[in-house]
């Protein structure tokens, strides 16, 4: 069958744009850091607890840790996410054109902005 599966308005477009993208790569990016940062989190949580011998407190310690770092990360990626689409937004509407460039543009700003805050 060469029919399309869906019913789109008239002019609309059939992919999606960038504001649309957004919101799954803002959240996608929360997630996958969540999940880095627990798995990271355990694992630091297991190493410096080796010493301990399993217990409320050595789990409470792990579980500490898996939050902490999980929190951490989600936090992070979401950010970095946040950056990225927002001047990819901007960028696109500015210049009016969906293309490779705004892509490379949107990625130069937010390592530039989140570099620009860290020391030497």
């Given at each position: 069958?060469?029919?399309?599966?869906?019913?789109?308005?008239?002019?609309?477009n059939?992919?999606?744009?960038?504001f649309?993208?957004?919101?799954?790569t803002i959240?996608?990016?929360?997630m996958?850091?969540?999940?880095?940062g627990a798995l990271?989190?355990?694992?630091?949580?297991?190493?410096?607890t080796q010493?301990?011998?399993?217990s409320k407190p050595?789990n409470v310690?792990i579980?500490?840790?898996?939050?902490?770092?999980?929190a951490?990360w989600a936090?992070t990626?979401g950010?970095?996410?946040?950056?990225y689409?927002?001047?990819?937004?901007?960028?696109?509407?500015?210049?009016?054109?969906?293309?490779?460039?705004?892509?490379?543009?949107?990625g130069?700003l937010?390592?530039?902005?989140?570099?620009?805050?860290g020391?030497?």
């Amino acid at each position: 069958q060469d029919t399309d599966e869906f019913i789109l308005p008239t002019g609309a477009n059939k992919t999606r744009g960038r504001f649309e993208l957004a919101f799954f790569t803002i959240g996608g990016c929360c997630m996958t850091g969540a999940a880095f940062g627990a798995l990271n989190g355990l694992r630091l949580g297991l190493k410096e607890t080796q010493n301990m011998a399993w217990s409320k407190p050595r789990n409470v310690q792990i579980l500490n840790m898996v939050t902490r770092q999980g929190a951490l990360w989600a936090n992070t990626l979401g950010s970095l996410a946040l950056l990225y689409s927002a001047f990819g937004v901007v960028i696109e509407k500015t210049r009016g054109a969906e293309d490779d460039l705004n892509t490379i543009a949107a990625g130069t700003l937010t390592g530039m902005l989140y570099k620009s805050t860290g020391k030497v």
